[in-house]
């Protein structure tokens, strides 16, 4: 059984959304300089790289993500929809409308846009000019009880250039004033330039980090 990455790896060459500060990694010590032992300092943005996106991130109620039992992050029931966008589009309700069978019952959504492939070749395109999701589709997707999560071949759920949409995607998805308590986590930066016909069950864990909103995560695939 061969198990598939979702996630990519931390790096400085990771792209960073708009203005956010860049991933540094330092040696602190090196074998190869005399050292006992080779050690790093790892400075990032929490939201940097392949990450998830916890209620508390626009939710002053919400929960932070160590906060959330283990299990969440364990989904048995992904699909995968391919929703081509390109630079600064919406995904809008009416995008999502006619997967509504696709949808229901899943557990956990990937939506494919294409315009992952601009990670590596177009860092800055991919930062600064990403599509996202609008209001819309974050009141659509809240219909669907059994949805816990979902994740993007973006670097950002909100686009880039539509800040209120971007705001007010992650105040709903995020639970913001429900009185149910009910969220869907945002999974951002992910890895689905892959063939992903064969998908089963995700794990999607999260570094657990005290007192934040949000954290990396390295995620990967089983297949069916």
């Given at each position: 059984m061969t198990r598939m990455l979702l996630s990519y790896p931390?790096?400085?060459?990771?792209?960073?959304?708009k203005d956010n500060p860049p991933v540094e990694i330092q040696q602190q010590s090196s074998i190869e300089k005399g050292d006992l032992y080779n050690q790093f300092i790892i400075t990032s943005l929490n939201h940097n790289g392949t990450h998830i996106d916890g209620p508390w991130h626009f939710n002053p109620q919400g929960k932070k993500l160590s906060e959330i039992p283990i299990d969440y992050f364990i989904f048995t029931h992904?699909?995968?929809l391919d929703i081509p966008k390109g630079d600064?589009?919406?995904?809008?309700?009416?995008?999502?409308?006619?997967?509504?069978?696709q949808i229901a019952g899943a557990d956990l959504l990937l939506i494919r846009t294409g315009f992952?492939?601009?990670?590596s070749s177009d860092p800055v395109?991919?930062?600064?000019?990403n599509p996202g999701f609008s209001a819309s589709a974050a009141s659509y997707l809240m219909i669907f009880d059994s949805l816990r999560a979902i994740g993007m071949d973006m670097?950002?759920?909100?686009?880039s250039l539509h800040e209120d949409e971007a705001v007010a995607f992650h105040q709903k998805i995020l639970g913001k004033d429900r009185v149910d308590g009910k969220f869907i986590l945002v999974i951002e930066d992910m890895n689905l330039n892959q063939d992903l016909s064969n998908i089963g069950v995700v794990y999607a864990v999260p570094l657990f980090i005290e007192g934040v909103d949000s954290s990396f995560s390295t995620i990967f695939t089983e297949p069916r």
């Open positions: 931390l790096s400085t060459n990771t792209p960073v959304y992904p699909t995968i600064d589009e919406l995904i809008t309700k009416a995008d999502l409308e006619p997967y509504e069978h992952g492939k601009y990670r395109r991919y930062s600064h000019h670097i950002s759920a909100g686009p």
